[in-house]
């Protein structure tokens, strides 16, 4: 019994360690899950350490002044109003972007209509961003003085509002529409200038009407409505501070057209120098073109382009649209036209000047009202600076030129007279020149550019003053005539000079304005010289010739047929050899005129070829048989004839006209031309 309580006992025992065991190992596991939570609560304490902070200040308005944090409300709602309105007020802006991007020719009323509701949101922009900015700045200022909010979203906040203030205060309007403003504008521009490239269009000279006609308005170069949206893109373009730049893109397309229309004339000659031609006469085609050019370019293009002018920009006012036009005028042309009529008053003086000069006048003074309408602004100074200049020369160089005139005749006198009998260059030229003169082209001109000149100098002027300098030109002219006879040693030749000269002046004044000048007593006188002179020509040149082939001797000679022989011999020996020396030294004299050249040799066969043909029918036979008859019988009766029709003609190369390159300006022979003065002449 002991021995099984033994045993119960140890049972009992052991059971006891079991469950001690079991305890501790449980016990065990507890701690180890203990331990493990606290390791795992470590982290997260740190974790709650770090957010106790901003827990604070997440709670720090529950414990700032109720006072404040009633009135935080108000402040927020102040603020957050403005801004709304203005985040409104983006978001149209960024609507009206597709419609701003597009091409406005599609539809330019919508555009301009959606630009400028633009135009308006960024103004209501500029008004409101400024306030909204503030009240924000004041809610943060409260926020931050009464400590109801945390300190580094404050200042988080017033980085930000102070970004916003410095784009502000920027005044950069980009910045509000990011761009889109001025990039609607660049596409108005270009609109703007489309329009008018695709309506400006060359006009052709010969489109116009007749240059001779009385000019009219010329109508507008473009359609009413095209203006219309002209000045529709310049409304909105000019309300953005653009207008310089419309202007500068109108006169750009505008005188390029003009520049386009002149370019079809071929009008490089206006950029003729000084240095590119010896005289007036080497450019007077040019200068007859300038005339027509220029009226051309007045009337029609220049016409054209005020008052289109006038129509696009007539809503600015004056000022601008005339300051518009002279920028186009000058960049299309007109100076250089002024500039070419100031070159030719640049050339050496002489008398092609004068006319040349004349009619640069003439068509200035033809363009007259039209310049003073066209180029009578402030804006155009530049062109009437010019103009006055050039026409200040004209007036100038022509006076001079016309008063030097007589006393260039008189300088003549000292050269010697034409070798060849002929009418010198001098006496054809003035008196075709002074004809000219007296012309319905030129006397008007010739006498208003001479009333201009006297009345700059405080002097009158009366008609006959140009009449009487003309007379006095012809009477130096005959004085010369004189002068240059008597300086012929041959009387014949003398004699033939004078012959040519005044058939030359009865011819050619005889029906003309300065024949009548002079009067039919004067043109009679001339006349009445030509035949004397011939006359005595006549006489005492072939006129000799029939005294050589005398009967006398003959009828009375009883000699014999040998005897008689010989006598034929020696007068035909004596007639041939004066025939052959006369003729030989007139065959080089020239008469110009055909009617007189027939005229005269008409005469001189009459007086010498009837006698010689009498007396080579009664004495010719007995000298026709004789071995040596061709030494005596030198001319057959047609020889004779033909030989003296041919005398006295001209020289094709050495004689023209008025006009003639071989005048080349000058009254004589080539000796001087008139770049000598008055003042140096006496």
Known sequence: MAASGDSGASVERIEKLVSARKSLM?????????????????????????????????????????????????????????????????????????????????????????????????????????????????????????????????????????????????????????????????TLEGEFRRLLMEHSLPLPMSSTSSLGEPACIAPSPLPVAVIQKLQAILGRLIANKRLDRCISIYVEVRSSNVRASLQALDLDYLEISISEFNDVQSIEGYIAQWGKHLEFAVKHLFEAEYKLCNDVFERLGMDVWMGCFAKIAAQAGILAFLQFGKTVTESKKDPIKLLKLLDIFASLNKLRLDFNRLFGGAACAEIQNLTRDLIQRVINGASEIFWELLAQVEIQRQTPPSPDGSVPRLVSFVTDYCNRLLGDNYKPVLTQALVIHRSWNHEKFQERLLITEILNIMKAVELNLETWAKAYDDS???????????????????????????????????????????????????????????????????????????????????????????????????????????????????????????????????????????????????????????????????????????????????????????????
């Open 26 to 186: 449980l016990s065990l596991e507890k701690s180890k899950a203990l331990s493990s939570t606290l390791g795992k609560t470590g982290p997260r304490l740190t974790e709650i350490n770090q957010r106790l902070p901003s827990l604070e200040a997440a709670v720090r308005p529950i414990r700032a002044d109720k006072e404040a944090l009633g009135a935080v409300g108000g402040h927020i709602n102040r603020a957050v109003g403005p801004a709304a309105a203005v985040l409104k007020v983006f978001d149209a802006v960024h609507g009206l972007e597709k419609m701003l991007l597009s091409d406005p020719r599609n539809d330019l009323p919508g555009y301009l209509s959606v630009l400028k509701r633009l135009e308006e949101a960024l103004r209501f922009l500029g008004d409101n961003c400024g306030l909204a900015i503030q009240w924000l700045e004041d809610i943060v200022e409260y926020l931050e003085d009464n400590m109801v909010a945390d300190d580094r979203y404050l200042s988080n906040l017033k980085k930000s509002l102070r970004s916003l203030r410095e784009l502000q205060s920027d005044g950069g309007r980009a910045h509000l529409d990011g761009g889109l403003l001025d990039a609607a504008l660049d």
């Open 492 to 682: 014949n030749l003398a004699n033939f000079f004078m012959i040519n000269n005044h058939w030359h002046l009865y011819k050619h004044l005889k029906g003309t304005k300065l024949g009548e000048l002079l009067g039919e007593s004067s043109l009679k006188e001339h006349e009445q010289y030509k035949e004397y002179y011939t006359t005595v020509f006549l006489r005492e040149s072939w006129g000799q010739l029939p005294g050589h082939l005398s009967r006398e001797g003959l009828i009375l000679f009883s000699g014999g047929r040998a005897t008689a022989r010989d006598l034929v011999k020696k007068k035909l020996k004596i007639f041939n050899e004066a025939f052959d020396a006369m003729y030989s030294k007139q065959s080089n004299w020239v008469m110009v005129e055909k009617d007189l050249r027939e005229k005269t040799t008409q005469a001189i066969v009459q007086m010498v070829v009837p006698v010689y043909r009498s007396f080579m029918q009664h004495y010719g036979p007995l000298v026709e048989k004789d071995q040596s008859s061709s030494k005596y019988a030198k001319y057959t009766v047609q020889n004779l004839e033909k030989m003296l029709g041919s005398l006295y003609q001209p020289k094709p190369t050495r004689y023209g006209s008025f006009k003639g390159s071989q005048l080349s300006g000058k009254f004589n022979n080539g000796l001087q031309d008139l770049r000598r003065t008055a003042s140096a002449v006496m």
